[in-house]
């Protein structure tokens, strides 16, 4: 049997996944940059009808340039998702049972998971060299990883075991829609597609709702002032190490998220995902700046001063209108917004205006107890 026709690719926003059919299966493409590398890795999902048919994809009679692909049997049971973002697909769409590792569960934010890392019903793997061997003993179903270039990866020891492993990248997306769609692969995986739409759906328009009603707004202040800056807050991101600040450049998630909540970005021009800046440079926007959001890691304005006197200058530090983005936080301090917030785009977009703006007429349907954006000078 052959199977000659090309894969029905699914229409999606995501720059770095692909979903779709190839000879009646479901498939996917995922794709991660790293430096000035793309990685690719092709996946075949079968069901138990589908692998009954044989799991060869050769003698299955898929195309040359799929039968190396990956072959997954869905839906996945056991599985050791090692990002934070990963965990957080997995709670939306009700899967924590499946979960078995975690790369640290310190961070996790999930309190029932949290403790399952505690007790060690949940595996912490770590970056060590018994990672491997605490993977291997788990029984996996598939490994969820990612990387990022740096000296913590470990994929490709991974990869050279017999364990299932797939490299997720929603973290380089640039939109906060994009980020979420990746819940649509997990609805693959786990059985529960209908799910994953529906909740992607659901979101989808809570988010373009918003997002409309804040543009709307925007251009009637516009139209009812001569100087309609005044009605787009100017917004720095980052921090200084060593003289460099450290920013999001105008086509990342931070530079677009900020769009959508009424901010005028000061890079908004350039279109780079990071940007480095002298000090100098920045300094001279000083007296712009009306929001700084994303301070690095820094959670008070004393951490700040500490590093960098030379701040205490800037518009925003002046007038106490700095915002971090470590609002929720779990038991061990893990940081929500890597975990839940990239499931919730809508709550996420409705707490950054609140912080740029000050308020978001015509709100409905938005559960405004989500915060994960908060004043470094409120405890």
């Not at 039968?67 to 049997?73: G, K, M, T, Y």
Request: aromatic share 10%; hydrophobic share 40%.
């Amino acid at each position: 049997m052959k199977c000659s026709e090309p894969v029905q690719f699914e229409p999606v926003v995501s720059d770095y996944f692909s979903i779709g059919k190839l000879c009646g299966t479901d498939v996917a493409v995922v794709r991660s940059v790293v430096g000035k590398d793309t990685l690719v890795h092709k996946y075949v999902m079968m069901d138990s009808a589908s692998a009954a048919l044989g799991m060869d994809l050769q003698r299955r009679g898929f195309p040359e340039d799929w039968r190396s692909a990956v072959v997954l049997r869905v839906p996945l049971n056991r599985v050791a998702a090692l990002s934070t973002s990963q965990v957080g697909y997995m709670l939306r769409l009700g899967l924590r049972d499946k979960i078995v590792g975690v790369s640290d569960g310190q961070y996790i934010v999930d309190s029932v998971l949290y403790e399952r890392a505690k007790d060690k019903s949940v595996a912490s793997i770590g970056y060590d060299a018994g990672a491997l061997e605490k993977l291997m003993a788990l029984n996996l179903d598939l490994v969820l990883d990612f990387t990022t270039g740096g000296d913590y990866d470990n994929y490709e020891q991974i990869a050279r075991t017999n364990l299932p492993l797939m490299l997720t990248s929603e973290w380089q997306e640039n939109t906060p829609l994009a980020k979420l769609e990746w819940i649509k692969l997990y609805g693959i995986l786990f059985g529960i597609r209908a799910q994953a739409d529906s909740i992607f759906e659901q979101e989808k328009n809570k988010y373009e709702t918003l997002k409309a009603l804040i543009a709307s707004t925007d251009s009637l202040s516009s139209l009812v002032s001569r100087h309609s800056s005044e009605h787009c807050p100017r917004v720095l991101a980052g921090m200084s190490y060593g003289g460099v600040w450290h920013a999001s450049g105008g086509n990342s998630f931070t530079a677009n998220l900020v769009r959508d909540a009424g901010g005028c970005y000061v890079w908004a021009s350039d279109t780079s995902r990071e940007l480095t800046f002298s000090f100098e440079e920045v300094y001279a926007l000083a007296d712009s700046v009306d929001v700084w959001v994303n301070p690095s890691m820094f959670a008070t304005a004393d951490e700040i001063l500490s590093l960098e006197p030379r701040v205490k200058n800037i518009k925003a530090f002046r007038e106490k209108k700095i915002f971090q983005n470590d609002g929720r936080k779990g038991p061990g301090g893990g940081n929500d917004f890597y975990e839940g917030a990239i499931t919730r785009p809508a709550e996420l977009l409705w707490n950054l205006t609140k912080c740029i703006k000050g308020s978001v007429p015509g709100v409905n349907s938005i559960d405004t107890s989500y915060k994960w954006y908060r004043n470094i000078y409120n405890f």
